[in-house]
């Protein structure tokens, strides 16, 4: 007992306190010397991995949706494992992966697929047959086969995940969420460059020599503007539709802001395009909330325009005036049009399925063209001709079926459409156009935008679920 007591007090004598802080200051101290001379980059990776494993299991579905939607969202960050670049989408995947799996077997609740889903399963397979039987070097094509599977998992996730009104219109909300802060982000990096100088999130030089266009966390400048554009169109669709609400009117500002700050001259006249067809299909609306609505928004349109009437206008009508004076000569056009005549060369050898994902990069190299660039890596910047060099007509098929699928539903509810709907369908018209130029399908975000859309249209064509709809998205 003397002893017990001896050691108690010992701990709360001054000369414990002293060996504590001292042990404190060695530990500290040696933590610092460690982070000095070690990388310690992996301490955020592996705590961004936690934050999303509690993300995906916490209040199941909206967390797992919030994951893949803002990891589909941020492609330009990865890391190398085993030779692969993983991308965040890559890892949120698996994770929503395992937490449905978890999920099914302890509520044992079934799903199963639509006739919709048939045509990307089918795609996915044909991607995986003609990787294995058409190509040079299936090895590599069969690995790029499993990165664009991750890309197209998004969209099954989303059917497993998405199965009422209710979580629809929360899966919405978060869609534009994550789509004004990529904007808002864009932007504060343009902003960054043109104060400080600094080039993160900018790419200079992507289209005029001393320009620097923003990208955001996206891939490059063109898909930050296929995407900020996408969102300004639902917000567009949601303020004609569903809704009088100035919250609208400023998320398609500001996403239409970030989409012409782009430069990307696929994005803006994509945006110029549905834009207009979003205003025509409102024409239905009864004449005084029309005409309201149509003022605000060419309010907005001359809002833009002003902003636009300095150096950043002139960036764009220069690019505009090179693609009409110069046409083929302008040095982008070029290019694209090298790589598309070299992917139809290669088509007719290979028709019927293929010459395997990703395969172009395989057989052509620039330095046929231009010395400089040899060696790098390109892709078929246009979708569809992409879709055909890739898995042959029958995967060009299988993936044009989805569409013609998804507007045979939509047009019987188009008497009396819905924002969410008109917005989501415009969305994909958006990215058809500017998907011509540069391709968006090799990436999670298209798959999310394109899963959401199937959802809605599950939805509003069963007859329980039609008029509930237009609720969705004017909450």
Not at 98 to 122: G, P
């Amino acid at each position: 007992m003397p002893d017990q007591i001896l050691v108690q007090g010992w701990w709360g004598s001054s000369s414990a306190r002293k060996v504590d802080l001292f042990a404190t200051f060695a530990a500290g101290s040696i933590v610092f010397q460690v982070a000095l001379r070690e990388d310690l980059t992996w301490l955020g990776g592996v705590t961004a991995l936690v934050l999303s494993f509690c993300l995906a299991f916490g209040r199941w579905p909206y967390g797992a949706l919030l994951l893949l939607i803002a990891a589909s969202a941020s492609p330009v960050f990865f890391v190398e494992v085993f030779g692969w670049k993983a991308r965040p989408e890559h890892f949120a995947g698996v994770i929503v992966v395992i937490a449905a799996a978890v999920w099914r077997m302890r509520f044992e609740r079934a799903w199963r697929m639509r006739r919709l889903d048939l045509w990307f399963a089918a795609y996915l397979g044909i991607n995986f047959l003609s990787s294995a039987f058409g190509s040079v070097d299936p090895a590599s094509t069969l690995r790029w086969a499993l990165q664009n599977c991750f890309a197209v998992l998004f969209y099954f996730l989303i059917q497993f995940l998405v199965r009422d009104v209710k979580t629809l219109q929360r899966t919405f909300s978060i869609l534009l969420g994550i789509g004004l802060i990529e904007s808002v982000y864009g932007i504060a990096c343009y902003a960054g460059h043109q104060l400080f100088g600094s080039s993160f999130g900018v790419q200079i030089g992507q289209y005029l020599y001393d320009v620097a266009a923003p990208y955001g966390s996206m891939y490059e400048p063109n898909l930050f503007g296929a995407y900020t554009a996408c969102c300004s169109i639902l917000f567009l669709s949601l303020y004609l539709f569903d809704g009088h609400r100035l919250q609208h009117l400023a998320g398609f500002l500001v996403t239409g802001f970030a989409g012409i700050l782009s430069f990307s001259r696929a994005g803006v006249f994509a945006l110029c395009a549905t834009a207009t067809y979003v205003i025509w299909k409102s024409r239905r609306i009864s004449t005084n909330k029309r005409t309201s609505k149509l003022a605000l928004v060419a309010f907005a349109c001359v809002i833009i325009s002003l902003l636009f009437a300095g150096s950043i206008g002139g960036v764009i009508r220069e690019r505009f005036t090179n693609l009409y004076y110069e046409g083929l000569a302008d040095d982008t056009a070029i290019a694209r049009a090298i790589v598309m005549q070299e992917a139809l060369l290669e088509i007719p050898g290979h028709l019927l399925i293929g010459r395997g994902t990703a395969s172009f990069n395989l057989s052509f190299d620039w330095s046929r063209f231009m010395p400089e660039w040899a060696g790098d890596k390109t892709w078929i910047g246009n979708a569809p001709l992409r879709v055909l060099h890739d898995t042959g007509v029958l995967g060009l098929t299988a993936f044009i079926g989805f569409f013609v699928a998804v507007w045979l539903k939509i047009r019987k509810t188009w008497k009396s459409p819905s924002g969410i709907l008109v917005g989501l369908w415009a969305g994909t018209l958006l990215y058809a156009i500017s998907f011509q130029s540069t391709d968006g399908t090799i990436l999670a975000f298209t798959w999310v935008h394109l899963g959401v859309l199937a959802a809605a249209v599950k939805l509003s064509v069963d007859s329980k679920h039609e008029t509930n709809l237009h609720t969705v998205s004017a909450g």
